[in-house]
């Protein structure tokens, strides 16, 4: 049997980019959207999303559940680590104090990073662990909606 990787890995990415966007992300492409979409007042909050195991069994499903709560950014953003490579980077200058990692959220106001959650806090641990880390960032730095 004889497989392509690169269209298995395509499929991969394709169907990481959609379970993101169907949670009611926007995808963040170029370092220009990212200084757009951060450049806005208020609250953000960037996903990094990536095609490792705890992206799409940890990251993904916890990115979606944790908007589903009285308190949110007012933006949700992404990214994603190893494909589009300037608009993560750019994102990254944001994450002033962090180190790259993905996949990752980064809750900013103003433009400024005010909460992390990194990939060792994510990867090993269970989905609503996450949704608890991040909704409690919410709590603290969001509006009710």
């Keep these: 049997m004889n497989i392509d990787f690169n269209l298995f890995m395509n499929d991969i990415v394709k169907q990481a980019r959609e379970e993101i966007k169907q949670a009611g992300y926007t995808e963040l492409t170029s370092s220009e959207e990212v200084d757009e979409a951060l450049s806005k007042k208020g609250t953000a909050l960037v996903m ?15 990115a ?15 990214v994603f680590a190893g ?19 993905s996949p990752s959220f980064a809750l900013l106001k103003d433009g400024k990073i005010i909460k992390m959650v ?19 960032a919410f709590d603290e730095h969001c509006e009710e909606m």
């Design 48 to 62: 990094v999303n990536s095609v490792c195991g705890c992206a799409g069994g940890i990251a993904r499903p916890a």
């Design 83 to 101: 494909q589009d490579k300037e608009a993560t980077a750019r994102a990254r200058e944001y994450f002033e104090g962090f180190p790259p990692s």
């Design 118 to 136: 990194e990939r060792h806090e994510i990867e090993g641990h269970e989905p609503m662990e996450v949704v608890s880390k991040l909704q409690a």
């Design 64 to 78: 979606g559940y944790s908007v589903h709560y009285d308190k949110r950014p007012d933006q949700l953003l992404t």
